[in-house]
C-alpha cells in the first residue's frame, strides 16, 4: 500500500493489527510512505490511520492523500542505503580509472 501524508505522529492498523510504514519518497508538501499489506490479502477489516499523542500534551496530525493498494513490494530502508553505497562505489570507481 502506497499513501502521500504530511505525519505528525501516526499510528497505522488493519483489523486492529499494527502496521510498521516507511518513507520511501517526497514530494513538496508531502512524503510518500509504504507498508507491506500482503498478509492481509483477500482479508476484509478496517483500516485505520490514527493521531497519537504528543509528548508534552495534545495529539499529533496527519494529512493523507493518494491511499493505493499495489502488488509491487515495498522497499525496505535498508534497500536504499545499499544501493546509495553501490551507487558511490561505482562512480568512485569510474572517477578514479578515468583520471
Known amino acids: ?6 505525519v505528525f505522529n501516526m499510528d497505522l492498523s488493519f483489523a486492529s493489527n499494527s502496521l510498521p ?7 513538496s508538501n508531502y512524503d510518500v510512505f509504504g507498508a ?14 490514527s493521531a497519537l499523542p ?3 500534551g495534545g495529539f499529533g496530525g496527519v494529512r493523507l492523500d493518494n491511499i493505493q493498494f499495489s502488488n509491487q513490494p ?4 535498508t534497500v536504499f542505503g545499499l544501493f ?16
Open 1 to 6: 500500500m502506497l499513501f502521500y501524508a504530511q
Open 21 to 27: 510504514f516507511y518513507k520511501i519518497g517526497s514530494g
Open 36 to 49: 507491506d499489506v500482503s498478509a492481509f490479502a483477500g482479508a476484509s477489516g478496517e483500516l485505520r490511520f
Open 54 to 56: 504528543l509528548t508534552g
Open 74 to 77: 515495498i522497499p525496505e530502508p
Open 84 to 99: 546509495a553505497l553501490g551507487a558511490l562505489l561505482r562512480g568512485w570507481r569510474f572517477l578514479k580509472h578515468r583520471a
